[in-house]
């Protein structure tokens, strides 16, 4: 099993900055793929962004892609989503998700466990 624990919930304005963190545990964290989803009200889930588990291989989705930076500390056991030049419409409910590999998370299957969220809010 493995816990994944979601911080960095915030309200920004328009243009503004916010990282996010998910510590792992239950599980060697080198040997996880990690990522991270995002859901607003009334709106399917949506990928954001994933992270092999050397950490060597990155991926984005197409609405957040060259605004947004995931990386993750072997040392912390912790994955980040650095996001800049925010947006109102990124505002959602940010999920952590881990799996086999970055490119299954990319695409949305084989995601063996979820954080609980944590809500990103952008004022126009």
């Known amino acids: 099993q493995v816990q994944l624990v979601e911080s960095g919930e915030g309200l920004v304005q328009d243009g503004g900055s916010l990282r996010l963190s998910c510590v792992a545990s239950?599980?060697?964290?080198?040997?996880?793929?990690m990522g991270w989803f995002r859901q607003a009200p009334g709106n399917e889930r949506e990928f954001v962004a994933a992270i092999s588990r050397s950490g060597a291989a990155t991926y984005y989705g197409d609405g957040v892609k060259g605004r947004v930076t995931i990386s993750r500390d072997s040392d912390k056991n912790t994955m980040y989503l650095q996001m800049n030049s925010l947006k109102p419409e990124d505002t959602a409910v940010y999920y952590c998700a881990a799996g086999r590999s970055a490119a299954t998370i990319a695409g949305g299957k084989e995601i063996a466990y979820w954080g609980q969220g944590t809500q990103v809010t952008v004022s126009s």
């Open positions: 239950g599980r060697t964290f080198s040997s996880i793929a």
